[in-house]
C-alpha cells in the first residue's frame, strides 16, 4: 500500500485515504496560445518509468491538496509538499538526486 | 438503539450534539470560537471538548464547534456578528451528521480495526482528533482524557456506522495496542 505523509495536516496518509489528481506541475496554456500548446495542456501527460510528480488530495483527511515525488517503479516515495507550489522545492530535488543520480521529468533534472 | 458491549468496550449513540462547521483563518476565529464553546482553539490535529461543548481541529482552515443543540441558533448568531465582514463560513451541521461514542479500554482496539489511522497509543492519545475513514465512509474521532472516543460521521451512513462499531467489537480482540 502506498503511504504518503501529509503536509498539510502532517499525518502519514494511506492510499485509501487519498485520491489520485493525475500528473503534477501542468502548465495551462489557455484562450490565445496555438493549438500544439492547447493539445499538450490537455492531453499530454508524462508516464515515467521511475520519478514522477503527482497531485494526490488527502480527501478523506484535511481535505488538501499536495504533491508526491515518488519512484513508479519502485513506489519510493522521495518527498510530499503543498499544491501551492509552482516547482518542487530544492530539498525534494536533492532526496531525488541522493536516490536517482542523473534523474530527469520533462524540463527538471 | 440497544448498546452493544464485547471486549471491553461499549457502542453507543452519543447524546445529541450540536454541531457547527467553521472555516476561516483559524487565528482570527480563535476569540469568537472561545466565546462560544469555552474552549481554546486546539492545535494541529487536537480536540479540546469536555462536556459535549468544544472545538475540533478538521484542517488548517476549519474546525468543528460542539455545543449544547439548544444553543446552535445562538452560537451561529454570535459567530456572524463577531466576524461580520471577515471571510468566514459556518453551517449548522447538527441534522448532518451522527455521533457515536466508544467507551471503555478496548475502545482503541475496536477502532483500530477500521481505520488506517496510526491508533499506537504514541501516535494516538488523549486530546487528539483525527480524520480518516471506518471501514467504508468517512469519519472524524477524538479522544478524550479518560479514553472514551467520540465518533462523528454522515447521518445518512449512521446505521451502517453503528453496525460495523458493534462487529468490530463482536469479532474481538486481535490484541492490537
Ligand atoms: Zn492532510
Not at chain 2, 475540533?56 to 449544547?68: G, H, I, N, R, T
Request: glycine letters at 10%; hydrophobic letters at 45%.
Amino acid at each position: 500500500m502506498l503511504t504518503l505523509h501529509c503536509p498539510h495536516c502532517g499525518t502519514l496518509a494511506a492510499e485509501t485515504e487519498l485520491t489520485a489528481g493525475g500528473e503534477a506541475h501542468l502548465k495551462r496554456f489557455g484562450p490565445g496560445s496555438d493549438d500544439d500548446s492547447f493539445e499538450g495542456y490537455l492531453f499530454m501527460r508524462e508516464n515515467p518509468k521511475g520519478v514522477h510528480f503527482e497531485r494526490w488530495r488527502h480527501s478523506y483527511g484535511c481535505g488538501k491538496w499536495f504533491i508526491a515525488a515518488r519512484c513508479t517503479a519502485t513506489l519510493e516515495v522521495f518527498g510530499t509538499y503543498p499544491a501551492q507550489s509552482s516547482a518542487p522545492p530544492q530539498h525534494i530535488r536533492d532526496a531525488i538526486t541522493a536516490r536517482r543520480p542523473g534523474w530527469g521529468w520533462r524540463d527538471l533534472a | 438503539m440497544a448498546e452493544a458491549r464485547a471486549m471491553d468496550v461499549v457502542v453507543a449513540p452519543a447524546a445529541p450534539l450540536g454541531m457547527i462547521t467553521l472555516r476561516g483563518d483559524l487565528a482570527a476565529l480563535a476569540p469568537v470560537c472561545a466565546a462560544v464553546t469555552g474552549a481554546a482553539m486546539p492545535g494541529v490535529r487536537k480536540a479540546e471538548v469536555s462536556g459535549g461543548r468544544g472545538i475540533v481541529w478538521m484542517s488548517s482552515d476549519e474546525v468543528l464547534l460542539l455545543v449544547a443543540p439548544a444553543d446552535v441558533a445562538g452560537a451561529l448568531a454570535q459567530i456572524g456578528t463577531a466576524l461580520a465582514g471577515q471571510h468566514h463560513l459556518a453551517v449548522d451541521v447538527s441534522d448532518a451528521r451522527a455521533a457515536f461514542t466508544l467507551t471503555g479500554p478496548a475502545a482503541r482496539e475496536a477502532l483500530g480495526k477500521l481505520t488506517p489511522t496510526d491508533l499506537r497509543p504514541t501516535a494516538f492519545g488523549p486530546g487528539d482528533a483525527r480524520r480518516s475513514h471506518l471501514g467504508q465512509v468517512a469519519a472524524a474521532f477524538w479522544m478524550a482524557q479518560g479514553g472514551a472516543v467520540t465518533v462523528v460521521c454522515f447521518r445518512s451512513v449512521a446505521d451502517y456506522m453503528l453496525e460495523l462499531l458493534r462487529v468490530s467489537v463482536a469479532a474481538g480482540p486481535v490484541g492490537y495496542a
